[in-house]
C-alpha cells in the first residue's frame, strides 16, 4: 500500500511540477493566466463496493488544473492599438479557420486589408457601421447585433466641410474714436486706407469643395450714446463690413452693432439676409466663393461675443466649421472602447467600438492555446458588451495585461514540489528494498 502511495504521489507532484514549470514559461506572455492544480485523495474499494472501516488511502490524484483570471499588471507600450482590459471581460476574436475565442492579449496591428488582427491574423470583433452605398465606416448610436463585425480601419479620408456658421469672439476699444459715415456717394470704407475703418481682422473659411478663402471683417465705430432711452439703452453703434480673399468688389455692409453700458453686445441689425434668419444677436455671411463650387456661400455669424471694453481692439477666439478635405493620420481608443480616427484636417470620426464578452464560468473555458479560450456548456454562452457597460470592465489604450504570474511564489512552488516528489521517489526506492530482501530470503 505504501508503494502504491508513494507512486500516486509521485505521479501528483510531477503533475505539478508541470503546471508550475508552464506558469513560469509563460510568465513573460502578454494575458497569459496563472494555472494551479488541485488535487484529491484516492481510496482503495472493496470488492463489493461497500467502504471498509480500515479502508487504507492511495494517495492523492490530480482532479483538475485550474486557471486565475485575476488582473495582471498593466505595461505602457508604444502603439495605439495595444489594449488592456481593466475588469471583467475578454477580447473576442474571430478565428480564421473559423469560430470565435477569447483572449486578455491585447496586442493588435492592422493588416493589408484594413481589418484590426493579432499577431496570428485573427480578427477583433466589435460594432461599426458601413454604408452600403457611400462606403463610409462609423461607430454606430447603440451596439446592436446587427452591427456586430470584424472591425475595420478606414482608408479613404474624409470630404470637404463647407463653413456654415462662424463665431466672432473679440474686444472692440471702447477708447476708439468715433469715425462718421461720409456722405455719398463716398464709399464708407476703404480697406487700403486704415484711416477709414477702426479695427480689421479675418479668419479662413471652406466652400463645398474644401478650397480656402480668406473673410475679412472691418469695424467701424460709427457713434456714442445712440439711445438711452431703449431696453437695455445702446450707448454706442459699430458698423461691420465683410470683404472676401481681399477682393474690394465683394465688400459689404453686414450689420450693425449696438452696445450697452457694460460692453455687451444689445443688438444687432442684420444687413445682409440672404433668405436665412440670422441667430439672435448675430448676421448672415453671404457670398460667391469661385466659379467650381456650390454657389452661394451662405453663413451664419455669431457676433454676441463680441464685447466693448477699454484698451485695445483684439481678438479672443475666431471659430468656423469648415474644413478641407483630409486623410487619416491616426487612431484613438477611449476607455469605454470607442475607436476615433483623426485626420489631417483636424476633423475627427468615431469609427467603431470595441467589443468586451464574458461568461458566467471563466474556468469552465477551454483553452486552445496562443492565449485563446473557447466556450463549453461549462462555461456558459457569450455576453457581448460595450466596455464599461453593466460589469463589462474598461479599455486602457496604449497598454498592455501582463501574465499574473507571481514568478517567485511559482519557483517556492517548484521548490516544495520537487522536495514532495524527492519523498515519493524515496518511500518507492524503499519498498523496492524490501522487496528485493524479501526475494533473497527466499
Not at 19 to 35: C, D, M
Not at 308 to 322: A, I, N, T, V
Not at 403 to 414: G, I, K
Request: proline share 5%; charged share 15%.
Amino acid at each position: 500500500m505504501a508503494f502504491q502511495q508513494g507512486l500516486s504521489g509521485l505521479n501528483s507532484s510531477s503533475k505539478a511540477l508541470d503546471v508550475i514549470s508552464n506558469n513560469v514559461a509563460n510568465a513573460s506572455t502578454v494575458g497569459f493566466k496563472n494555472s494551479g492544480t488541485v488535487f484529491a485523495d484516492a481510496y482503495a474499494s472493496s470488492l463489493t463496493g461497500a467502504v471498509s472501516k480500515i479502508q487504507i488511502g492511495i494517495g492523492s490524484a490530480v482532479q483538475a488544473v485550474r486557471q486565475a483570471f485575476t488582473q495582471g499588471n498593466v505595461t505602457t507600450t508604444s502603439n495605439p492599438l495595444d489594449m488592456a482590459i481593466n475588469g471583467n471581460g475578454f477580447f473576442e476574436i474571430e478565428l480564421q479557420n473559423g469560430g470565435y475565442a477569447l483572449s486578455r492579449n491585447g496586442q493588435f496591428d492592422i493588416n493589408k486589408e484594413g481589418y484590426i488582427v493579432t499577431s496570428l491574423g485573427d480578427r477583433l470583433m466589435g460594432y461599426q457601421a458601413i454604408d452600403p452605398v457611400s462606403g463610409d465606416v462609423y461607430a454606430p448610436a447603440t451596439a446592436s447585433v446587427d452591427t456586430f463585425r470584424p472591425l475595420i480601419v478606414p482608408a479613404s479620408g474624409v470630404g470637404a466641410i463647407e463653413t456654415s456658421e462662424i463665431s466672432l469672439n473679440l474686444n472692440l476699444s471702447a477708447d476708439a474714436e468715433v469715425i462718421p459715415t461720409p456722405a455719398p456717394p463716398a464709399a464708407a470704407i476703404d480697406p487700403s486706407d486704415p484711416l477709414t475703418y477702426t479695427y480689421s481682422t479675418g479668419i479662413p473659411i471652406f466652400d463645398s469643395l474644401g478650397k480656402e478663402h480668406t473673410l475679412s471683417f472691418y469695424f467701424v465705430r460709427r457713434s456714442d450714446v445712440v439711445d438711452t432711452t431703449t431696453a437695455p439703452p445702446t450707448y454706442s453703434e459699430w458698423d461691420a463690413y465683410t470683404v472676401v480673399d481681399n477682393d474690394t468688389s465683394t465688400l459689404t455692409h453686414n450689420s450693425t452693432i449696438g452696445f450697452d453700458g457694460v460692453g455687451r453686445v444689445a443688438a444687432v441689425t442684420p444687413h445682409v439676409t440672404a433668405g436665412v434668419t440670422p441667430p439672435t444677436n448675430g448676421s448672415v455671411f453671404s457670398a460667391l466663393l469661385g466659379t467650381d463650387a456650390v454657389n452661394p456661400n451662405v453663413s451664419t455669424l455669431g457676433l454676441n461675443a463680441i464685447t466693448q471694453f477699454g484698451g485695445e481692439s483684439k481678438p479672443r477666439e475666431l471659430k468656423q466649421d469648415g474644413a478641407p478635405p483630409g486623410e487619416i493620420s491616426g487612431l484613438s481608443i477611449s476607455r469605454n472602447g470607442i475607436i476615433q480616427a483623426r485626420y489631417s484636417n483636424g476633423d475627427t470620426k468615431d469609427v467603431g467600438i470595441v467589443n468586451l464578452t464574458t461568461v458566467r464560468n471563466n474556468n469552465g473555458l477551454s483553452p486552445i492555446g496562443n492565449n485563446y479560450w473557447v466556450e463549453t456548456p461549462e462555461s456558459g454562452g457569450f455576453a457581448r458588451g460595450t466596455p464599461g457597460n453593466g460589469m463589462n470592465g474598461v479599455i486602457s489604450a496604449g497598454q498592455v495585461e501582463e501574465s499574473n504570474v507571481d514568478l517567485t511564489q511559482e519557483l517556492v512552488q517548484m521548490i516544495i514540489q520537487q522536495r514532495n516528489y524527492q519523498a515519493n521517489a524515496q518511500s518507492i526506492r524503499t519498498q523496492d528494498q524490501i522487496l528485493q530482501t524479501l526475494v533473497n530470503l527466499r
